[in-house]
């Protein structure tokens, strides 16, 4: 299964619930910069049995973990470098986003599924939520194929952000690359 989600509500913790519910997941991950951060930040991931994968390493542990029944969780609201990507509406803005996630649902058959943890104000604590998986579209035109489902991911994302606007953590540059010939969404002069 792919799980996937952004960064809203508390991402981090959603992996920890699922490991402590006895479905320990991977994560899509790339090292950060710092590597004493890195050590930490995942070595706090990893304390109830959840495991990195990392870009260097994501196409053969990927393929895998998913044919062995389990699960990879997956933050899709990132700014994606070309090669791996297609511009698909976000917000109402062109976002280059991942092609990853619908080449492996559509490789492997496994199910798309959203899932985030937001605050619950009645509860007064997180509450873990999982959305129907997503119904992938197969027209047997792979590339048509990728770009549509990327665009469904995408507006499922959108839809969840926009139920809890207030729980989006967003600080990186979305929008960082634009189409050929387009002015860029920051202006940092």
Known sequence: MLYLTG??????????????????????ARPIENRRIDVLVNGYRRLSGNQPIFKNESARVTLKVLKEGGTIGILADQNTMPS?????????????????????????????????????????????RFEPPVELIRTGDAESDILENTRKFAKVLEDIIRKYPDQWVWVHGRWNTRPSGEPPVYDFS
């Open 84 to 128: 791996e990507a297609v511009f698909v509406d976000f917000f109402g803005k062109a976002a280059s986003s991942t092609t990853g996630i619908a080449r492996l649902a559509l490789h492997t058959d496994a199910a798309v599924v959203p899932g985030y943890a937001v605050w619950d104000e009645q509860l007064g604590k997180y509450r873990l």
């Open 7 to 28: 960064h809203i509500g508390a991402w981090e913790l959603s992996s920890f619930a699922h490991a402590l519910y006895g479905f320990p997941l991977h994560y899509m």
